[in-house]
């Protein structure tokens, strides 16, 4: 079992920043990515940020040079810098762990609760 716990949601005015924080239960030293995903109302999840335990990187275009992800392997957390905040960002934001099993590469993936993001004048 893993646990992931988010936390940072709230609200704010467009053009203003947030930060997100994930803390993961446990850490992996297999190959994992962390991520941050989106569900807003009557739309599906989307991946936002990602970054592998390699260090590699990869935005949505919508968020590109507005966010940054993070993360901290020696505290098993993950964070998104989230700049210039559009009403279009409003959403619920799940923090999300992928590990990849050796010998079968199975995927197995862990999600948070989410936290509520909303941006409004």
């Known amino acids: 079992q893993v646990d992931l716990v988010e936390s940072g949601g709230g609200l704010v005015q467009p053009g203003g920043s947030l930060r997100l924080s994930c803390a993961v239960s446990?850490?992996?030293?297999?190959?994992?990515?962390l991520g941050w995903y989106r569900q807003a109302p009557g739309k599906e999840r989307e991946m936002v940020a990602v970054v592998s335990s390699a260090g590699h990187m990869n935005y949505t275009n919508s968020v590109k040079g507005r966010f940054i992800i993070s993360r901290d392997n020696s505290k098993n957390t993950v964070d998104l810098q989230m700049n210039n905040l559009k009403p279009e960002d409003t959403a619920v934001y799940y923090c999300s762990l992928k590990v990849v099993t050796p010998g079968t590469w199975k995927v197995t993936s862990y999600w948070g609760q989410g936290t509520q993001v909303t941006v409004s004048s």
């Open positions: 446990r850490s992996s030293r297999n190959f994992n990515v």
